[in-house]
C-alpha cells in the first residue's frame, strides 16, 4: 500500500515566499522542516493500493470546473504547536472545495477524521509539531512579515509518500 495526500500547490510568489520563510524560521529556531511544499490540504494523508478510484474521481471532477480565487492574509496557529498563513477562500473557492469534498467521500474506503472534509479552515502551515517554548519566538518573528497574495485554488494534486517526502504524483489544473 503507498501513502497519498491530496491538496492544492501554491504557486508563484506565494510559493516563493513560503519556501523562504519556511527555510528561515526552521534555521533560525532549529525546528524540523515539512515535508510538504506550500499547499493547503484538501484530503489528509491515507493509504490505498486503488489510487486509480480517486485518480477518476478527480479526472470526472475536474471537467466543468475552474480555477477560483484565493487571499492569503497574514498568519495564524492551532494552539501552540502550529503556524500558518491564513487562507481566505472566495465563495467560489468554498464551493469549489466542498463539492470536491461530496465527490471523494463517495469513495467508500477512503476515511475520514473530525477535522477534515466541510467547514476546514484553509490554511498553509509555515511549521508544526512546536513545541511550547518555541511558539512565541516563532509568532512573534513571523509576524514581522505581512503576506498578502491574490492567488489561486487552480490545481488538485495528489502526493505520493516516497524516498522519505512527498512527491507529486499527478496534478490536475482547474
Excluded at 497519498?4 to 500547490?9: A, E, K, P, Q, W
Excluded at 472534509?117 to 514581522?144: A, M, P
Aim: aromatic share 14%; net charge neutral; with cysteine.
Amino acid at each position: 500500500m503507498d501513502r497519498f495526500v491530496i491538496v492544492c500547490l501554491l504557486k508563484g510568489e506565494t510559493l516563493k515566499f513560503h519556501e523562504k520563510l519556511v527555510e528561515e524560521v526552521c534555521d533560525k529556531y532549529k525546528v524540523k522542516k515539512q515535508k510538504l511544499p506550500a499547499h493547503f490540504t484538501i484530503k489528509a494523508p491515507f493509504e490505498t493500493d486503488k489510487i486509480e478510484e480517486i485518480e477518476t474521481t478527480i479526472e470526472n471532477f475536474i471537467k466543468d470546473k475552474s480555477r477560483e480565487d484565493i487571499l492569503i492574509d497574514g498568519f495564524g496557529h492551532f494552539r501552540t504547536d502550529v503556524v500558518f498563513m491564513k487562507i481566505i477562500p472566495s465563495n467560489g473557492a468554498i464551493k469549489l472545495h466542498d463539492t470536491f469534498i461530496d465527490e471523494l467521500k463517495k469513495v467508500s474506503w477512503l476515511h475520514w477524521k473530525g477535522h477534515e472534509g466541510k467547514e476546514k479552515i484553509f490554511h498553509c502551515t509555515i511549521v508544526t509539531r512546536l513545541r511550547e517554548n518555541s511558539f512565541t519566538s516563532i509568532w512573534e518573528y513571523v509576524n514581522n512579515y505581512n503576506p498578502q497574495f491574490n492567488t489561486y485554488f487552480d490545481n488538485i494534486s495528489i502526493l505520493k509518500w516516497q524516498d522519505f517526502r512527498w512527491m507529486t504524483y499527478r496534478e490536475y489544473a482547474l
